[in-house]
């Protein structure tokens, strides 16, 4: 078992920028395919990038450039650097992980364990 908690979100300006954070305990990150993903009000959720244990990372288009993701294994914390806010980034960023790094990257369902989310809020 894997309990994910995140930190880090808030209300910030257009092209202001935000770190959110996913603390792990139970099992190590190094474990684990991790992800971050988002679910704006009535709309579903979606992928927002993934890192592979071996430090390989991927991002949806609409983040691509603006996002990073990061992994610290001594502190088994996963991060998301959020540069260049936008308004359309505003919904609740949730953690993942998930044993295979292809279902991050392709499905919200199945997914093996979650975080409880935090809200980001980007005015205009």
């Known amino acids: 078992q894997v309990q994910l908690v995140e930190s880090g979100g808030g209300l910030v300006q257009a092209g202001g920028s935000l770190r959110l954070s996913c603390a792990a305990s139970?099992?190590?990150?190094?474990?684990?395919?991790m992800g971050w993903f988002r679910q704006a009000p009535g709309k579903e959720r979606e992928f927002v990038a993934a890192s592979r244990s071996g430090g390989a990372t991927y991002y949806a288009d609409s983040v691509k450039g603006r996002f990073t993701i990061s992994r610290d294994n001594a502190k088994n914390s996963v991060y998301l650097q959020m540069n260049s806010l936008k308004p359309e980034d505003t919904a609740v960023y949730y953690c993942a992980a998930d044993n295979h790094i292809i279902k991050l990257r392709t499905t919200t369902r199945g997914i093996d364990y979650w975080g409880q989310g935090t809200q980001v809020t980007v005015s205009s």
């Open positions: 139970g099992r190590t990150v190094s474990d684990y395919a």
